[in-house]
């Protein structure tokens, strides 16, 4: 009877996994459909377990070449996190402090620059200037040239007051990274997380070099030599990363190796301490003591009492999320810039969990808007708040969201994603920023003045408001 038993418990185990395999699979050949992604590569993470592993369509259209489980994807951003990773390794050693000033490893910096933490370079509240502002188009070429001018520019906003993403911190903790070590951060990767994981298909490298199974990366344009389009056409994308940026957005990989990654990482293989891991994904916090959006490296963070996830997203075609409590996390790699797959990736884990999708509000909200129209969020968020009172998407959360959909020539929809948080955060000085980005792309100068003008009003310090400004009223 014992036996029997067994034996019937395996049976219904195996048509469990069968049943979440099928319904994976439909639901990503959906997405593919309706994003109009060429190929993916999609990995999901259960119990310290690959449980699924597969991929679709094509990864070279030029060739007709399709995907397979060994094809490798441009992750960029997400590299940010393999640096966090990093980074932490020389906190867990004793060889650095989240808390010590960049001063202490770089040398002649501007002043403004050198008392600005490494926990401030990791969470993007330095207040530097962006690197990609000046970044010539030669790339490497120029790399000594660019890193002498970005150091004559002003500051964007006093350090640790405001959040702006950008790459010269990346750049820095580079720096860091090889003064500790002793020997370029590229190797120091290979050696401490690639080796010591199994990642044999996870490497640095951008348009210029020559990568084996290597899926190009592509994306729609509605216009091409100042020509608008009959319909957007798929094109090809070129990037290039001068070797001092691939701490922020040099790496490929396969959604099998970032799936042995995270697992080698909840299961102590690349911190000694579970502290460590801890400190990962604890985030900083502004001058005033409020917590940022980032933690150390990664960047899509949900500190919901149930349910927490971390993670990041790379050039909006790759993204991945983890679930600690959960034990549960879930990879997908495209090859369309564009495709977001972060949009998606809480329904995704919802196959594995379904409470997950059903406590993280920013779901909820995408598929009734999806239903119903971008142009009713205010209206269904008010709808939903019949049913549920409590009902609140995240300020930051929302807001990346918009961005990300203005990024697909979706401006519309992205202006009213900016105005319900308007709506829901009439105080915070960075909603009507952005409101007043998405009206600006639109056209409707006269309102994004309005819109910028009151963002000045709550954040004197935004800088980057100012300037836009004045640019308008030149």
Known sequence: MKKLL?????????????????????????????????????????NGKIVFSKAYGMANLQDNVAVDNHTIFAINSCTKAFTGVAIMQLVEEGKLSLSAPISHFVDSLPALWQPI???????????????????????????????????????????????????????????????????????????????VVGMPHTLFGDSRDIIPHFAPTYSFKKAMDGITLPEPRLTNNYAEFMPARRTGSGLNSTAEDMAQWIIALQKGKLFKNKETLNALWTPATFNNGQPTQWAMGWGVNKWRPRHRAFGMTGGARSA????????????????????????????????????????????????????????????????????????????NELNDWAYRVMSSDRTADALALFQLNAHLYPESWNVFDSLGEALLKLGRKEEAILMYQKSIELNPNNNGGKKVLERLGR
């Open 6 to 46: 067994t034996l019937l418990l395996l049976i219904s185990q195996l048509a469990n996994a069968q049943s979440k395999e099928k319904q994976t699979e439909a639901f990503l050949l959906r997405q593919m459909k309706d994003l109009k992604i060429p190929g993916l590569q999609a990995a999901v993470v259960q």
């Open 117 to 195: 933490t490494i926990k401030q370079l990791l969470t993007h509240i330095s207040g530097l200037p962006d690197i990609l502002r000046i970044q010539d188009p030669a790339g490497a070429a120029n790399e000594e040239a660019s890193w002498k001018k970005i150091q004559t520019l002003p500051m964007d906003s006093p350090t640790g007051t405001q959040f702006s993403y950008n790459q010269t911190n990346y750049v820095l903790l580079g720096k860091v990274i090889d003064k500790l070590r002793g020997q370029p951060f590229a190797r120091v990767f290979q050696e401490m997380q690639f080796n």
């Open 320 to 395: 991945f999320l983890v679930y600690p409590d959960d034990n549960l996390a879930v990879i997908v790699l495209t090859n369309l810039g564009g495709a977001s797959p972060e949009n998606f990736l809480e329904e995704l884990a919802g196959i594995y969990n379904p409470d997950i999708p059903a406590a993280d509000p920013i779901t909820t909200l995408r598929i009734e808007l999806n239903k119903r129209g971008y142009n009713k969020a205010i209206e269904t968020v008010a709808d939903i708040r019949k049913k549920d009172p409590t009902f609140k998407p995240d300020e």
